[in-house]
């Protein structure tokens, strides 16, 4: 479990008891349901990571658009309120840049949360390959939090941050890669296979 769970839980048990202790024990359990929403919500399960030329799912949640861009290929993932939000680095290698942008929170599974939305945009060089991958704020969400810095070594799979209610998470992906999800399906963070190298693949 993400620790901010457990602070949220805390508060909002603590906002409980006080209200069931001075006002009435029945306003107090709107604030006990929303306490354990948050323990449940801010759940961080292991996962089972594949190994070989693979690019895995930086998020759970459902497949909403695979587009062909001039910078490549395009899966965007929708998270809604009942998916884990913790985001995973979607292939080994450094991480060369983060870059954060303020912005829009137009509901997220929308084409517009791709470009005007609040968002912080991730790139991962990696076995000579470059992966680019954005955290996008939604409806609800209004916290993006990146534990990873440039300059640090990540593994494909590896814990990388987190989007607080729902969200969104588009990946890019250069030519040397074959897309292996569609749209309409769901994929789970770190275990859920998006694309395998091409070049690899041959060999």
């Known amino acids: 479990m993400v620790s901010t769970g457990i602070y949220y839980a805390l508060a909002l048990t603590a906002a409980g008891f006080a209200l069931g202790s001075f006002v009435s024990p029945w306003a107090a359990i709107p604030f006990y349901i929303l306490a354990a929403f948050c323990l449940w919500f801010f759940r ?61 929170f137009h509901v997220a599974s929308k084409p517009e949360a791709s470009v005007e939305n609040e968002m912080n945009t991730l790139v991962i060089d990696g076995h000579g390959t470059v992966v680019e991958f954005s955290q996008i704020a939604g409806l609800i969400a209004r916290r993006i939090v990146c534990w990873v810095k440039p300059g640090e070594f990540v593994t494909a799979g590896q814990r990388i941050g987190m989007i607080q209610f729902g969200s969104r998470v588009d990946i890019t992906f250069g030519p040397e890669w074959r897309i292996d999800v569609r749209e309409g399906q769901r994929v789970a963070g770190g275990s859920s296979i998006l694309a395998t190298r091409k070049d690899a693949a041959r060999a």
């Open 44 to 104: 961080d399960p292991e996962r089972k990571i594949p190994s070989g030329p693979v690019a895995v799912s930086p998020a759970d949640g459902k497949v909403v658009l695979i587009k062909e861009r001039p910078s490549g290929t395009q899966v965007c993932i929708f998270l809604n309120v009942f998916d884990v939000h913790v985001n995973r680095a979607p292939i080994a290698g450094k991480v060369v840049d983060v870059r954060y942008k303020k912005g829009k």
